[in-house]
């Protein structure tokens, strides 16, 4: 890395508390943002200012998107309304709370909507964790998109920002899983004025003052984390050098029907200006200034002479090229992931038609002050009381499962720079971790403790994320700033990141010391390659806070798959096991690791999906709940399972220099891949005797110990009921210790360690309740691998 690379880091932005409330003092703080006009003139309110449109149900929570920016901007002096899952057939569910006087803000919810309604296998889901009673249907299918086009039916005039992680992952051109194709960027079809990537707290707060002094929302095109649509022609983009992305990234000889890389002429006529090669930049016809576009990034003397960061955007190959050519896909999607360090990251563009999408940088993180602050507001931290049921409460039929599963949950940090392949966290919340600070976390814990209905002393969680990398960076602000690796612990862990775990160990051990807290939980994923630095965080945690089972996720055993995840190889899990079950002897406890695996990756063959298979049987796993590769938008994964090339590795046409990768396509192949990891299943053993014998594997088909699967063949009905599902307990039902549950018709839901397993009902309807309550602070837990636990509802069932 030479001196010339080195950046400073931007300059500081502006703090969220560094505003001046649009409404000092006058309105207070609603009990909870209103849902409608009677709860308005109950605040005294004749208007809103901002209404959030939302796919989620509304809970004031600091875990669901709605509540967290409905009140960082009520806590900035705006008066917030929220319309919750509205019926999206007309545009009135969207007049119910009247014009906002600023501008409609847009999300699908804390899900991509068709992550939400559709399984990896594309069939519909059939329930909904963010909805009353688990119900499905309550959200359209792309929602943002459907938003924001019934909002400008309501109200033509206002202006319309959309948001959350569907937005944010969907912001260019991207691979859609459902239709099999490159969708248009979302902006370009939704319509918004701005989107808003990223956790976006300072971006919506500095535009809603922008807005609020009366500033037209067009101009609005400097404001880091948001995308926005230009003319080609625009006068506003005056000022800016354009960079080709070939001169980031070479994808090698491209053909001349979908050429993007012309001379400079032809460049500035597609943008309709002029650019005279000879005599330097010229001016456009109407008088303004055009972008000066560099053609080439290396001056004579062979050193590279970039203009400067901030001044410079990078043109990518347009929709248009994109979507008809894999090899530029990859090499777009390569070029935005080496743009994600808000300390580096330049702008990018991307021609659509006759208009630009331009994404600026990304957000600045939020300060330590300034996670306290937004994760220090008045959260009622429930469901909407409209939602509450016949009791008043919101733990029968109209129960929330997304609200049950976080409810006795702290976050205490954002941002993941694990950067796997096939995880979308880093693309939106960035991989520079933001901590909350010690007293913020406990003072939270203890509102919990003494506000929270229903909290019997057991805290599901302290994480985020990543539970295990609180207050972990970089150990210099410069090499930060600088870095532009897409991961601080591949191939290894990075020698400049900070692995003291001793902060987090501090937090532990001050909130299980906490007056009537009896369990701190862990349920967030850990990163088990940075827990092997600490020992002393493992024995704190094994001692201390694993209920029975930790969840940890190797995703796979090869090295084939696993370099394609960009995720450590299976010894650095053999050395956290040694760990994990020395520390669980010394503390006298029996307790498990439970790995979570992924089936169908790019990069898997089917041999590394029977090595995995023969690796758990060996280690005797029954996987119960197994996931299969889901391609989100935008994630590096996805781009594989596209283009069938490896971006990691660089982009070319010469197959002698790109990497192919192998896709798991098709209905069989991927039902091979997830039998292998359900070896046990009798109704996968045709199918995998079927391929072990094309493999030229039959060795493993008999009924020795050694062997995979028998050779005989039970009656089966194509129907499977795990150990867990067995053991779950209904919506609704609270299960005593040691009393059974009865049944319902319902599938049960996966489960963080130490927390119950969630079991939504059919559309909604309650099974009967338990005979008794169960006793304080128990709480029951079953998991992937194992046999139901010998205690609780599934000891006396019979078998």
């Known amino acids: 890395m030479t001196a010339s690379t080195l950046t400073a880091p931007p300059c500081p932005p502006k703090l969220l508390n560094q505003y001046r409330p649009y409404w000092p003092k006058r309105f207070g703080t609603a009990p909870f943002l209103p849902m409608s006009r009677a709860e308005m003139d109950q605040l005294g309110w004749d208007s809103c200012d901002i209404i959030i449109v939302t796919g989620d149900a509304y809970v004031d929570h600091p875990s669901f998107g709605m509540a967290v920016i409905g009140r960082t901007l009520e806590a900035q002096g705006f008066r917030v309304g929220i319309i919750a899952q509205p019926d999206w057939n007309s545009a009135e569910p969207f007049r119910a709370l009247g014009r906002p006087n600023l501008f409609f803000g847009v999300a699908a919810g804390n899900m991509d909507s068709m992550i939400n309604h559709y399984t990896a296998d594309r069939k519909i889901r059939s329930d909904d964790a963010y909805t009353p009673g688990g119900v499905a249907g309550k959200r359209p299918d792309r929602a943002t998109l459907v938003y924001t086009q019934r909002c400008r039916e309501a109200f033509k005039d206002v202006p319309v920002i959309a948001g959350g992680i569907e937005a944010s992952l969907r912001r260019i051109a991207h691979y859609d899983y459902w239709q099999d194709k490159v969708r248009r960027s979302i902006l370009v079809d939704a319509k918004a004025d701005l989107l808003l990537y990223g956790n976006a707290e300072r971006a919506i707060v500095e535009i809603a003052h922008r807005l609020a002094a009366r500033e037209p929302v067009e101009r609005i095109t400097d404001v880091r984390g948001t995308a926005f649509l ?122 659509h038609g006759e208009r630009d999408v331009w994404i600026n940088p990304p957000p600045i993180p939020l300060t330590m002050a300034e996670m306290d602050q937004v994760f220090d507001l008045p959260y009622a931290r429930s469901p909407h009381p409209s939602y509450a049921d016949e009791t008043g409460g919101h733990d029968g039929a109209t129960k929330i499962p997304a609200w049950e599963m976080i409810r006795f949950s702290v976050n205490i940090m954002r941002g993941c720079f694990g950067g796997c392949t096939f995880c979308s966290i880093t693309e939106h919340e960035g991989r520079i971790i933001q901590s909350r600070s010690e007293d913020s976390i406990i003072r939270e814990v203890e509102e919990i403790r003494d506000k929270v209905k229903g909290f019997t002393g057991v805290v599901s969680d302290l994480g985020g994320p990543t539970a295990n990398m609180y207050r972990l960076g970089c150990w210099s602000p410069e090499i930060e700033a600088a870095c532009r690796k897409p991961s601080c612990v591949y191939p290894d862990i990075c020698t400049n990141l900070r692995t003291d775990h001793a902060p ?34 493992i024995r704190e945690l094994v001692t201390h806070h694993v209920g029975g089972y930790l969840k940890i996720a190797p995703e796979h055993t090869e090295s084939g798959p696993l370099s394609k995840m960009m995720k450590p190889g299976i010894g650095t899990y053999d050395r956290f096991k040694a760990l994990f079950e020395k520390f669980s002897e010394e503390a006298g406890k029996k307790q498990f690791l439970i790995p979570y695996f992924i089936a169908a990756h790019p990069g898997t063959r089917d041999e590394d999906m029977m090595n995995l298979a023969l690796w758990l049987k060996e280690n005797g796993f029954r996987a119960d709940q197994v996931q299969t590769f889901y391609p989100s938008p935008m994630a590096t994964a996805t ?75 039970p009656a089966t009905d194509g129907s499977y009921q795990s150990a867990r599902r067995k053991n779950s307990t209904p919506v609704g039902v609270k299960a005593a210790p040691n009393r059974p549950v009865a049944k319902a018709g319902a599938k049960s839901g996966a489960a963080p360690s130490g927390q119950k397993i969630l079991v939504p009902g059919s559309r909604g309807q309650a099974a009967p309740a338990a005979k008794a309550p169960p006793k304080p602070g128990t709480i029951l837990t079953q998991h992937t691998g194992l046999p139901p636990r010998a205690t609780g509802a599934a000891r006396r069932r019979p078998r």
């Open 230 to 351: 230009r003319r080609t022609d625009d006068p506003t983009a005056a000022g800016w050098f354009e960079l080709d992305s070939t001169e980031v990234d070479r994808p090698g000889r491209i053909d001349a029907f979908i050429n993007p890389y012309q001379t400079t002429e032809e460049q500035a006529a597609e943008q309709g200006t002029t650019c005279a090669k000879a005599s330097g930049d010229a001016p456009a016809a109407d008088g303004a200034q055009p972008i000066r576009l560099i053609p080439s990034a290396r001056a004579l003397s062979g050193r590279i002479q970039l203009p400067p960061r901030e001044r410079t955007v990078i043109r990518l190959p347009s929709y248009e090229q994109v979507k008809s050519d894999p090899v530029l896909y990859a090499h777009a999607s390569r070029v935005l992931h080496l743009e994600t360090n808000p300390g580096n990251a330049r702008a990018l563009v991307q021609r």
């Open 504 to 537: 987090l160990i501090r937090i532990y051990k001050r909130a299980r010391n906490l007056k009537g807290i009896k369990k701190i939980l862990i349920g967030s994923g850990l990163r088990y390659d940075l827990a092997v630095k600490s020992p002393e965080y």
């Open 639 to 713: 781009a594989m399972y596209h283009s069938g090339m490896n971006p990691l590795k660089g982009i070319s046409r010469d197959a002698a220099r790109a990497e192919k990768v192998d896709i798991v396509r098709g209905e069989r192949r991927r039902r091979l891949h997830k039998a292998f990891l359900r070896y046990h299943d009798p109704n996968n053993w045709p199918l995998l005797r079927e391929a072990l014998k094309e493999m030229g594997r039959a060795d493993l088909i008999g009924n020795g110990k050694h062997h995979l699967i028998p050779t005989f063949q």
